[in-house]
């Protein structure tokens, strides 16, 4: 199970192994502590190429699985856009992210967000200065 099979079944129809970078990773497992909010915290840099403080949906792509739905996209961004300004704060993108994986064990926590880092690093949208 991943962060996003709740959002994508229900929401929207779609399977999860298609979006959000669901599945195994075939980089090694980076060491974690176990503090789910630092591990998001860290993912968040990654993800903000422009190191705006913020994110927006094409970086927040970067997480996603090519040929992800776009209407996915949409949806889950929406979800996570609390105060529906069009970028994701890093409070917004912890907070959604926490609620959204705390059914999820540690193990299984750390492999979806391992999966997230290596598509955050291999997806940079912009040329960082």
């Known amino acids: 199970m991943c962060i996003r099979d709740r959002v994508s079944t229900q929401s929207t129809g779609y399977s999860c192994d298609k979006v959000m ?27 903000d190429d422009n190191q705006s403080g913020t994110v927006d949906t094409k970086e927040y792509k970067q997480l996603l699985r090519d040929g992800s739905p776009e209407g996915m ?6 979800m996570a856009d609390e105060n ?37 690093r291999d997806a940079v949208t912009l040329t960082r200065g």
């Open 73 to 78: 996209v949409a949806v889950v961004f929406d």
């Open 21 to 47: 970078g669901c599945g195994a990773s075939t980089q090694p497992a980076e060491e974690w502590d176990g503090d789910r909010a630092a591990r998001l915290e860290q993912i968040f840099a990654e993800v």
């Open 84 to 120: 529906s300004d069009g970028a994701l704060s890093v409070e917004e993108f912890v907070s959604f992210n926490l609620n959204a994986g705390k059914a999820l064990s540690d193990p299984e926590f750390k492999k979806q967000t391992d999966v997230w880092l290596k598509l955050a």
